[in-house]
């Protein structure tokens, strides 16, 4: 007689869905984690199609902002690569895009350029000097774990980078946001007592992760420095808190942002 269990097993497998066949990612991100051998790993992925991640499917989760996005498969989004070490991202950048400097804490990307031009750039700590690359179709480079990086893409079309990544968990840290994003006295005696009203200024512009670009990229391309979202700022809770009664010290170039 079957068990209740082999009847839900059974049932579970016959859906098409991912969900259908396989219980919500985060249950299959589990039994994979809780597999004891990679043999048995493979065997919870009862289906060849978890084991494909389509980068173009319009569903798929990306980074956005106004200069394009980024999409990443990780543990999260394509759970095949739990136990394995890696994980890969496609970076779309529209002319002059630009990936905001940021760091993986942990995993070192190595990254290949489909088209167009990208220009990199990162410094790896204290004391290293900066390091920038322009990296043509079928040239890659290298951003070791930790280092702060960024990718702009220096042409007039939409640009295509891969990015590879050795850890199935690589996290992003992007550093504008997270640095802004500490106390404001901290911030304003880090920049060399700028004030908090400044600090709070700056804050409220930084744009979304992947963001417009530089003025000489887009003057060249004949294109206008929009607003642009600010959604991923970080948030404020009582220990990074302003004081009340802050308000924003205007930076001059925020007031000509129109859409
Ligand atoms: C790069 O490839 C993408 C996707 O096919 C395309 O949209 C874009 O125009 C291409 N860019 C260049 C510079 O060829």
Redesign the pocket.
Known sequence: MLSLVTIVTLASLVGSSWSAAAGSPADVVAKLRDAPTAVDRVNVLAKDEQFVFNFFDPAAKATTGKGGKVILANAATFPAVVGNGAAMAIG?LEPCGMNTPHTHPRATEIQYN????IRTGMITENGARFVMTDLK?GEMTIFPQGSIHFQINE?C????FVAALNSEDPGALQVAQRFLGLPPDIVAATLGDIGVEEVLGVEAIIPDSVSLGTDECLKRCGLKRTSQPTDQRQPRVSGNAFPSGVTASKWPIASDYKN
Do not use: S
């Open positions: 779309i489909v088209n167009g031009t179709p042409g079309d939409p640009a295509l």
